[in-house]
């Protein structure tokens, strides 16, 4: 169970690499592909100038070639994220395995005459990176970035006979994954036309559930959320044909948010693809409202002499909840202290994507729920595409309801929430940011004990030797809100700010 869970922390944090890109992709396309719609410019007439719609279109553009280019960019993405040294060895072999596997599945195409010439999305074939191939999507991405990986970390240090000791060690690698990726296409293309088959009918039987699908859908979201697993669960519903297809502009796109963002291009798109009101919308209500309700429970119920301390620490983590959509700051401030109120805030979750589903809310996003992403994609793209006032309707009482029920559990079972603590349970005082990363690495017991660091959007996720050897007293010294532990497999979380810490540790460690 430990080996898997190190495996899966592993799994589900090579998905941030890829999934960091979308946010700035995401503003690029949700202003320049709003605001340069023929439908938003009748009716705004003052964005019809011609320098500014040149600006949008190629905003436009910017954005829209990322997310054309998702599954070469999950492919490097992942190889990267798993490969335990020389990242970008892997990186590199596994886009040119991702070439190969779409030229061997094109090959075969030909000489079998399924090759298409019309109607390619009806067929199940599409252009990747120039070849007409099988639409396997991320999924395919995924598949070379785990072979790329795993053949880089077997064989990058290998030795080759001395005539041929060139193409040994690194260079190896892309040689063995271009040779493995024939392969890999050639499965495909046997197997990929039944699977495709049976997501399809997975994604029927999830919408065929209602909205009782899409409430234990944000439950089981959000009880993965504490051991970073959660990207592996939503992933396949936002980029695979688990979340539904649409053919858009001739072409088959599968995926809740590519075909999101595929109408957001669109200017034929008069309403949002119902897969988004299921998979998407409901993190709104929770990230933008009920949180921050949660917070200011926190808040009333600390002690009034840690009041002042308390206001800016969950002021600052209720605004990122609020602006970004990111809510481990907040959630680790309760979640070891009361496992309890996390299991109520998953419920809740649950039901927000439950109400999102019920009242058609179309409001898409990159990778969060908050503020920015709300305007862009929900209040710029107008209430007949989007019913975004529903958000709001929904979200002032799940405001209050997050509110009531924080602030009375905490009172009857006396959780020692942010700024309850015994005087004689309080906090350590925090190292200085100079001093944190040999902190760290102290807590985590020394150089030798660490064999990986890396991280996602908020966590330090380190693999280390010996799990014995962790000092979570001193882990608590450089500003940590919480750590998960599992075998092998540590994550500390330190919010946002979280890349600067990991650089730190990574500088110290390479002194």
Known sequence: MKKAFEKAQQFGKSFM????VLPAAGLLLGIGGALSNPNTVAAYP???????????????????????????IFAVGVAVGLARSDKGTAGLAAMIGYFVMNSTINALLALTGELATDNLAGAGQGMAVGIQTLETGVFGGIVVGIVAAFLHNKYNKIELPQVLGFFGGSRFIPIVVSFTSIFIGAILFVIWPYFQLLINQLGSIVTSTGEIGTLFYGFILRMLGPLGLHHIFYLPFWQTALGGTMEIGGKLI?????????QLGDPSTTQYYEGVSRFMSGRFITMMFGLPGAALAIYHCSKKKNRKVVAGILLSAALTSFLTGITEPLEFSFLFIAPFLYFIHAVFDGFAFMMADIFNITVGQT???????????GVLQGVDKTNWPYVILVGIPWFFLYYFTFKFFIKKKNYKVLGREDDENQVSEQVSATDRAKTIVEGLGGANNIEVVDCCATRLRVTIKDEALVQDEVIKQTGSKGMVKKGKGVQIIYGPQVTIVKNEVEEYLGE
Do not use: E, H, K, R
Not at 17 to 20: R, S, V
Not at 254 to 262: R, V
């Open 17 to 20: 690499l890829p999934i960091a």
């Open 46 to 72: 003052f964005l019809d100038i011609a320098w500014l719609q040149a600006i949008f279109t190629i905003m436009s553009a910017a954005g829209n070639i990322v997310f054309a280019n998702l599954p070469i």
């Open 254 to 262: 599968a995926g809740t948010q590519n075909i999101f963002f595929a």
């Open 367 to 377: 990778f969060s729920g908050g503020f920015i992403d709300f305007i862009l994609f």
